[in-house]
């Protein structure tokens, strides 16, 4: 191709791109306009943006995947609302751990981040007003149920307004480039664990420390040459450390699922999930009878995760997720139902299936 095509195709790009910027901050008036007309209002609208997301995902007729133009609308998004309000959001801290990219995949660059010492921490700060939104981690393909924030979410006034799904890649870390002289390994027991046949398979005679999370361990890593770390591209990153080997999860799916919590749920966005918390009593066959209005009143169940109870109040906690909005007949039928069984149900929060 020659130099006067290429400067043709740039003229046609500068065009664009003159365009694009005009209708992005057309757009952008408009958000402006909503977030007056909310008076002070909540201002993130989950269920509107799953919707401006899934339109766009179908009107797409390429040649950018469907996936691409999704985030760039999520970010078209994200700077639209932080001229109405910019929104903090709390999430188990240091930055550059998975919780960090999952806060960044549902809200956008434009979200300021908030990280917290704890999962207690992050709920306790969104609670009490000093971040909008929490996102929490609560079960990962590999390894489970992530017990704490279960835990949390049973005594926690905040609704369920989201979740996000985040494919996790483990990466081993390092000052050096190779494998030569490691001693310890650093990282988060959830990271060594999903890990756990690479290592013993490459690095059995490294002593394996678990930490706080996968940031920490990789500023371990960077003070030490004959230490390394396992964690993601964000806390590679953010400690200037050599991805030595990548991709060295056991498990090629792994994902974790984070939830995002905040002072109200979601509005019906045609396509979602409700999460719920209940207790049955302690009998043979009682989580069977407890679930059956489901099944009844064609009530999909996506999730059926227990919990020994910890104030001896409930003796066994049930997180129930099922298809579908709690506005929503059937599911409203099947609810009245279980709670007519249950020692206890309640309703964590109704929000959009994730589109990302
Ligand atoms: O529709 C709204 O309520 C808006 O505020 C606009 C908008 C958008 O940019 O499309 C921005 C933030 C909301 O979370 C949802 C959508």
Partial sequence: MSDDQIRQHRDAIDDIDVQILKLINQRAHHAHEIGVLKGGGLVYRPEREAQVLRR???????????????????????ACLSLEKPLTIA???????FSESAVVK???HAAQLQPSVSIDEVFRQ????????????????????????????????LKVCGE??????????????????????????????????????????????AVASNAEAARLAAEDVNTAAIGGEAAAERYELVKVVSNIEDEPNNTTRFLVLGQADASRSGKDKTSLVMSA?????????????????????????????????????????????????LVQKAMKELAER????????????AVL
């Fill in 91 to 97: 999430f188990l801290g240091p930055l550059g751990t």
């Fill in 56 to 78: 766009v995902k179908d009107l797409n007729q390429g040649p950018l995947p469907s996936e691409s133009v999704a985030r760039l609308f999520r970010e078209i998004m994200s």
């Fill in 342 to 353: 249950a020692v206890i149900l309640r309703v964590l929060g109704s929000y959009p299936v």
């Fill in 164 to 209: 996000v799904v985040l494919r996790i890649h483990q990466h081993l870390m390092r000052k050096r480039p190779d494998l030569v002289g490691i001693t310890r390994i650093y990282s988060h027991s959830q990271s060594l664990a999903q890990c756990h046949e690479w290592l013993n398979l490459h690095l059995p005679n490294a002593e394996r420390i």
């Fill in 281 to 329: 009593k302690n009998q043979p066959g009682a989580v069977f009878q407890l679930l059956a209005p489901l099944a009844e009143n064609g009530v999909s169940m996506t999730k059926l995760e227990s919990r020994p109870s910890r104030d001896g109040l409930w003796e066994y906690v049930f997180f129930v997720d099922v298809e579908g909005h709690r506005d929503d007949a």
């Fill in 126 to 157: 969104t609670e009490a007003g000093m971040a909008d939104y929490a996102v929490v981690p609560v079960e990962n393909s590999t390894e489970g149920a992530v017990g704490r924030s279960l835990d949390l979410m049973t005594q926690t006034p």
């Fill in 106 to 108: 549902h809200f956008g």
